[in-house]
C-alpha cells in the first residue's frame, strides 16, 4: 500500500507528500510515527512546511503542525504554497521571517504551553508554538504570536508604543493590551472546547484595541 506521508527534507524546510486516498486519521498516525523514529535527525532546525496531495482546511493544517511539535524537536515556523522551486521557496519563506524580525527587535521562539499561571516575559517579539491557558500571560515589548490558543492574557507594546500586535491562530483571551489601550472580552474562554478556528490579529485603530481576522495584507501592513 502506498505511504499515508511522504516526507521531503530539505536545507531549509520540510515537503509532506500526503496520500488522498487514507484517512485523515490514518496520515496523523503515520506522521506522528515518522517524525518520532527521525527525532534525532531532523533535530531542532527552524523550518518552513510544504503540503502537497490533498486539499486541507486550517483546523487540519494545525493538527499536522502539532503533530510534528508533539513528535519533534522542530520549529516550524510558516507553512508555503507549493511551488516549482522548492528549495527557494522555503529560503524566501525564511527570509521574510528573519526580516519581520529586525536586528532592532530580535525575535524569539518559545516551545511550550503556558499553563498553571505562568507568566512569559521578554523584552523582543516572541512567537510561542503552544496555547496561553486561562491564567497565565505573556509580556512583550514588541509584537506576540501566538501558534495556538490565546486564552489567557496577552500584553504587548509594553515600550509604551502602540504600533504592535498580538496575532493568535484561536483568539479567546481573558485580556488583552497594547500599550496603554486595553480590551477585556465580555465571554469566558472555552479554551476546553476547540473552537472553529479562526486567525485573528489584534491591533490598535483609530486610537482602539480592535481584533480583526488576519490577512496576509493586514500583516504586511506592520
Request: proline content about 5%.
Given at each position: 500500500m502506498k505511504d499515508a506521508v511522504v516526507i521531503k527534507s530539505y536545507h531549509n524546510g520540510i515537503s509532506l507528500l500526503l496520500n488522498p486516498e487514507v484517512s485523515f486519521e490514518?496520515?496523523?498516525?503515520?506522521?506522528?510515527?515518522k517524525f518520532t523514529e527521525s527525532k534525532n535527525f531532523f533535530g531542532d532546525a527552524k523550518m518552513?512546511?510544504?503540503?502537497?496531495?490533498?486539499?486541507l482546511s486550517n483546523a487540519e493544517q494545525l493538527q499536522i503542525i502539532e503533530t510534528i511539535?508533539?513528535?519533534s524537536n522542530l520549529n516550524i515556523i510558516c507553512i508555503v504554497g507549493k511551488d516549482e522551486e522548492t528549495e527557494q521557496h522555503f529560503i524566501k519563506a525564511l527570509e521574510k521571517v528573519d526580516r519581520h524580525f529586525s536586528h532592532e527587535d530580535a525575535g524569539q521562539f518559545y516551545k511550550g504551553t503556558l499553563k498553571n499561571n505562568q507568566v512569559l516575559e521578554t523584552e523582543s517579539s516572541i512567537v510561542i508554538l503552544g496555547d496561553v491557558y486561562p491564567g497565565s500571560a505573556v509580556i512583550s515589548a514588541h509584537n506576540i504570536i501566538v501558534l495556538g490558543g490565546l486564552y489567557g492574557e496577552a500584553y504587548a507594546g509594553g515600550n509604551g508604543e502602540v504600533d504592535h500586535y498580538v496575532v493568535a491562530l484561536e483568539m479567546a483571551p481573558e485580556r488583552l493590551k497594547i500599550g496603554d489601550f486595553k480590551y477585556k472580552s465580555s465571554k469566558p474562554a472555552k479554551w476546553g472546547i476547540k473552537p472553529k478556528v479562526q486567525p485573528q490579529i489584534a491591533y490598535i485603530k483609530n486610537d482602539r484595541l480592535v481584533l480583526e481576522s488576519l490577512t496576509k495584507e493586514l500583516l504586511s501592513a506592520f
Open positions: 490514518e496520515l496523523l498516525s503515520e506522521l506522528a510515527f518552513a512546511l510544504s503540503v502537497e496531495g490533498r486539499p511539535r508533539q513528535c
